[in-house]
Nanobody, 119 residues
């Protein structure tokens, strides 16, 4: 099970930290990814972390340098720190659990958390 939280309304330039709390599987062997879907747009991969070795991946060029993914294995939780938010970051953000980042989108999807960035 995945429980995403931390979304909300923030002004442009602000920050939010999303959390994805996992249960029911071996967290240390998993990969957790973040995806987002803006209204009227296709789903987009944002970032992923491999909990077995700590490797991180950032898929969307628009978030590089602004978003940071991290993991607290003791809490079975992955975070997405989002800084310098822009209105175009407005979307529903989903966390996904898989066995590896290369195929994380094929894994288990949690419910989304809505991020709204006002201009």
């Amino acid at each position: 099970q995945l429980q995403a939280s931390g979304g909300g309304l923030v002004q442009a330039g602000g920050s939010l930290r999303l959390s994805c709390e996992a249960s029911g599987f071996t967290f240390d062997d998993s990969a957790i990814g973040w995806f987002r879907q803006a209204p009227g747009k296709e789903r987009e991969g944002v970032s992923c972390i491999s909990n077995s070795d700590g490797r991180t991946y950032y898929y969307a060029d628009s978030v590089k340098g602004r978003f940071t993914i991290s993991s607290d294995n003791a809490k079975n939780t992955v975070y997405l720190q989002m800084n310098s938010l822009k209105p175009e970051d407005t979307a529903v953000y989903y966390c996904v659990a898989g066995t590896m980042c290369e195929a994380v989108s094929l894994g288990y999807w949690g419910q989304g958390t809505l991020v709204t960035v006002s201009s």
